[in-house]
Nanobody
Framework: QVQLVESGGGLVQPGGSLRLSCAVS????????MGWYRRAPGSQRELVAA???????NYADSVKGRFTISRDNAQNTVSLQMTSLKPEDTAVYYC????????????WGQGTQVAVSS
């Protein structure tokens, strides 16, 4: 059974930085995009950042210039470097992997809490 194991969440002051990491528990066939979503209290889950197997990236407008997504295709890991964190970045962050052939399926991590507060 494929599992996505996340790490790196926590409590940080405004302006601080955190790095989230996500590792796939075993070799996954046909990995396409990898990314991070988040869900803030009372809100729907939203895309934060995504990266294709070729390295093309996509960011939510609210995090552009502050967050950087990266991946290691050989290790099937994806990371999210978050800087200049704001209280509105507080949310549970979820790792997402789209994989499979011929139909892509979504795989999700268990979520890691990020809290930005003074």
């Amino acid at each position: 059974q494929v599992q996505l194991v996340e790490s790196g969440g926590g409590l940080v002051q405004p302006g601080g930085s955190l790095r989230l990491s996500c590792a796939v528990s075993r070799r996954m066939f046909g990995v396409s995009a990898m990314g991070w979503y988040r869900r803030a209290p009372g809100s729907q889950r939203e895309l934060v950042a995504a990266i294709t197997s070729g390295g093309a990236t996509n960011y939510a407008d609210s995090v552009k210039g502050r967050f950087t997504i990266s991946r290691d295709n050989a290790q099937n890991t994806v990371s999210l470097q978050m800087t200049s964190l704001k209280p509105e970045d507080t949310a549970v962050y979820y790792c997402n992997v789209k994989a499979g052939w011929p139909v892509l399926q979504d795989y999700w991590g268990q979520g890691t809490q990020v809290a930005v507060s003074s």
